[in-house]
């Protein structure tokens, strides 16, 4: 069973950037789709991007169209996503989860489909 690190919180000031990595441990990351959720306090978890199991497709809901980036290093058997030109909206808590059951990624929204969640790294926007 794949387990799931995420590192990169960090307080930055809107306009900043941020990278966020998702690492893996115990199964091979390149085996699984995996897509990047936030989450703030009294609201659904949003998924953000999704990245497919053979990493050639990515996927970014509309928030993260255009200023977010997902990417993933086999040889590191880590995810990454790079947020640039952040907003304080952007501040969450981002979790990163995984699937190996499908090679596509889902309809975002669809966090019912990802069993293997990562603990969560915290990003707060502000001036």
């Known amino acids: 069973q794949l387990q799931l690190v995420e590192s990169g919180a960090g307080v930055v000031q809107p306009g900043g950037s941020l990278r966020l990595s998702c690492a893996g441990s115990r199964a091979t990351i390149a085996n699984y789709v995996i897509q990047w959720f936030r989450q703030t306090p009294g609201k659904e978890r949003e998924g953000i991007s999704c990245i497919n199991q053979d990493g050639r497709a990515t996927y970014y809901g509309d928030s993260g169209k255009g200023r977010f980036t997902i990417s993933r290093d086999d040889n590191k058997n880590t995810v990454y996503l790079q947020l640039n030109n952040l907003k304080p909206d952007d501040s969450a808590v981002y979790y990163c989860?995984?699937?190996?059951?499908?090679?596509?990624?889902?309809?975002?929204?669809?966090?019912?489909?990802?069993?293997?969640w990562g603990q969560g790294t915290q990003v707060t926007v502000s001036s």
């Open positions: 989860a995984a699937n190996r059951a499908i090679p596509l990624c889902p309809s975002f929204g669809r966090a019912d489909l990802f069993g293997s």
